[in-house]
Nanobody, 129 residues
């Protein structure tokens, strides 16, 4: 059974940085696509960065591509979301999701909510002065 758990949320001032970690179990990152999403109050869940299995081709949403980066540790089976220059409108619950998707190897993966089956509980990120 594939499971993912997020960690690292919290409060940060505008302009600050924060790192979130997604820990996956049940299958390795050579077989799992991982996506980072967020949902602000009253808004739809938004795909931010999604990374394909094995070769790590990556999709970045326009809203974060100059400020957020993603990195994988295949030994630890973790995927980190490094967020910099945070703004108040980045305040949201951040989710990690996984999809067993060997057919996405070699392509930029989709990054829609319906493309991923396994979801974490989310971690709250609050950006305020």
């Amino acid at each position: 059974q594939v499971q993912v758990v997020e960690s690292g949320g919290g409060w940060v001032q505008p302009g600050g940085s924060l790192r979130l970690t997604c820990s996956a179990s049940g299958l390795g990152l050579d077989f799992l696509a991982i996506g980072w999403f967020r949902q602000a109050p009253g808004k739809e869940r938004e795909g931010l960065i999604c990374i394909s299995p094995t070769d790590g081709k990556t999709y970045y949403a326009d809203s974060v591509k100059d400020r957020f980066t993603i990195s994988r540790d295949k030994i630890k089976n973790t995927v980190d979301l490094q967020m910099t220059n945070l703004r108040p409108d980045d305040t949201a619950v951040y989710y990690c999701a996984a999809e067993r998707a060997p057919y996405w190897i070699g392509i930029i993966p989709p990054c829609g909510r319906d493309d991923y089956e396994h979801w974490g509980q989310g971690t709250l990120v609050t950006v305020s002065a």
